[in-house]
Every structure is written in structure tokens, then in C-alpha cells.
């Protein structure tokens, strides 16, 4: 494999989460008083940490939102997922076979620790993933598209970033990935490919994802 380190983002990669999570976002938004449709919330928010959803309210509306936001909203998802969430289809399978290659991966997500683990307990993902090769947006300063993260994920797992490559599935994390010196994969079952615009390449199912990485 042409790679050191395979860098997976979390949700919409890994676990197939943000129709779950970007349905109750929006809703949430709507409740309070900010008019946000699903596609919204795709547009502005899909791969970033939850502090941008205050920063992008702030600067429209002059608006705060309540101090607990974070956890009422972060409440309503874990449960949302110990309902509905799944794997995405074949994610097993490629780091079953990346573990058989010898290839280290991590995942590298603007969610919450918490957030990660929720999502990987409830799909079966906690039995490939460990603490020491799990990083998320709360490790560093800035959450995507910064490429704060990417870059922290590369030095705590002792690999060069041009010898990384990132698999993304929101314009926020190509451009992270791009701003760290990385080459990226746009995955598009969800996300259309001119919304992953400088990806070095595409792909709609996670079975066709090591063949690009050869």
C-alpha cells in the first residue's frame, strides 16, 4: 500500500450517522427559533465540531444559543443512536483487512470522544479502535476545516503527514486534509462529488476503498 497511515473521519464514514444527526440539528435549530431545513444543516454543519454551529448562528442572527445547548443536543443524538445507528456498509471489512495488511489507521473526527465511542459501541467498531488510535476536534484548538486534527492524529501516531491519507465524506474535512499535507478520498454515498472538490479521488462504496489506496 502506497500509505503509512490510513485517516478515517468518523461519522458518515465509519458509522452512518448524519442523517441522524443532521435530522435532529436541524430540528433542534428550528425549535429555538432558527429556521433549518435537513439540507441546512448538510450544507453548513456536516463534518464540522459543534462549535461552529454557534459561530454561524452568531454571525446570522447576533444570537446566542442557551448555554446547554451542546448538551441537550449532544443528549438528543446518543439516544437517536442507540436506536438507529449503524455501520456504514463494508467498514468492517476494510479494517479487517487493513489489520490483516499490517496498515495502522485511526479515525480523526470533529466529534466528541464520547460521541465516537457512543457510535462505536452500539455498532460493533469499539473492537477495532482503541484510545490510542482515536482522536477527536477536542484534542486541538480548531475542529475541521483547520488542519489541526489531521496533523495532531499523524504526530501521535508517528507518521509523516505527506505519508497519510484521509477518508472523508464532507467538503470541511478535504479541506482539512488538503491543509495538512495530506492526499484525501472523497467518499460520495452520501455526499456529492462536487461538494468534495481537490480530493485526489472518489468513491461510493467502502468495498472499492483499498483498491484506491494500492
Same mark, same amino acid.
Given at each position: 500500500?502506497?500509505? #503509512?497511515?490510513?485517516?478515517f473521519d468518523n461519522d458518515g464514514v465509519l458509522v452512518d450517522s448524519e442523517p441522524i444527526s443532521n435530522t435532529i440539528l436541524a430540528g433542534?435549530?428550528?425549535?429555538?427559533?432558527?429556521?433549518?431545513?435537513?439540507?441546512?444543516?448538510? @450544507?453548513?454543519?456536516?463534518?464540522?465540531? $459543534?462549535?461552529? $454551529?454557534?459561530?454561524?448562528?452568531?454571525?446570522?442572527?447576533?444570537?446566542?444559543?442557551?448555554?446547554?445547548?451542546?448538551?441537550?443536543?449532544?443528549?438528543?443524538?446518543?439516544? /437517536?443512536?442507540? @436506536?438507529?445507528? #449503524?455501520?456504514?456498509?463494508?467498514?468492517?471489512? $476494510?479494517?479487517?483487512?487493513?489489520?490483516?495488511?499490517?496498515?495502522?489507521?485511526? $479515525? /480523526?473526527?470533529?466529534?466528541?470522544?464520547?460521541?465516537?465511542?457512543?457510535?462505536?459501541?452500539?455498532?460493533?467498531?469499539?473492537?477495532?479502535? @482503541?484510545?490510542?488510535?482515536?482522536?477527536?476536534?477536542?484534542?486541538?484548538? @480548531?475542529?475541521?476545516?483547520?488542519?489541526?486534527?489531521?496533523?495532531?492524529?499523524a504526530a501521535r501516531m508517528g507518521v509523516a503527514p505527506e505519508r497519510c491519507v484521509v477518508i472523508e465524506d464532507s467538503r470541511l474535512g478535504?479541506?482539512?486534509?488538503?491543509?495538512?499535507?495530506? #492526499?484525501?478520498?472523497?467518499?460520495?454515498?452520501?455526499?456529492?462529488?462536487?461538494?468534495?472538490?481537490?480530493?485526489?479521488?472518489?468513491?461510493?462504496?467502502?468495498?472499492?476503498?483499498?483498491?484506491?489506496l494500492r
Amino acid at each position: 500500500m502506497r500509505y #503509512e497511515l490510513v485517516v478515517f473521519d468518523n461519522d458518515g464514514v465509519l458509522v452512518d450517522s448524519e442523517p441522524i444527526s443532521n435530522t435532529i440539528l436541524a430540528g433542534y435549530l428550528t425549535e429555538l427559533g432558527h429556521s433549518t431545513s435537513y439540507e441546512d444543516s448538510l @450544507r453548513d454543519y456536516m463534518g464540522a465540531a $459543534v462549535h461552529r $454551529v454557534h459561530d454561524l448562528i452568531g454571525e446570522r442572527t447576533g444570537q446566542r444559543l442557551p448555554q446547554d445547548f451542546d448538551e441537550t443536543l449532544h443528549a438528543r443524538v446518543f439516544a /437517536a443512536f442507540e @436506536r438507529e445507528l #449503524e455501520a456504514v456498509a463494508g467498514a468492517t471489512d $476494510v479494517l479487517k483487512q487493513l489489520v490483516e495488511a499490517e496498515v495502522p489507521y485511526c $479515525v /480523526a473526527s470533529s466529534g466528541s470522544h464520547e460521541r465516537i465511542r457512543v457510535g462505536h459501541r452500539k455498532t460493533g467498531l469499539d473492537a477495532w479502535f @482503541r484510545d490510542e488510535n482515536i482522536f477527536s476536534a477536542e484534542d486541538v484548538g @480548531r475542529g475541521k476545516p483547520a488542519p489541526d486534527l489531521f496533523l495532531h492524529a499523524a504526530a501521535r501516531m508517528g507518521v509523516a503527514p505527506e505519508r497519510c491519507v484521509v477518508i472523508e465524506d464532507s467538503r470541511l474535512g478535504v479541506q482539512a486534509a488538503l491543509a495538512a499535507g495530506m #492526499e484525501v478520498y472523497g467518499f460520495t454515498a452520501m455526499t456529492p462529488q462536487d461538494r468534495l472538490a481537490g480530493a485526489n479521488g472518489f468513491f461510493d462504496d467502502m468495498g472499492k476503498l483499498l483498491e484506491l489506496l494500492r
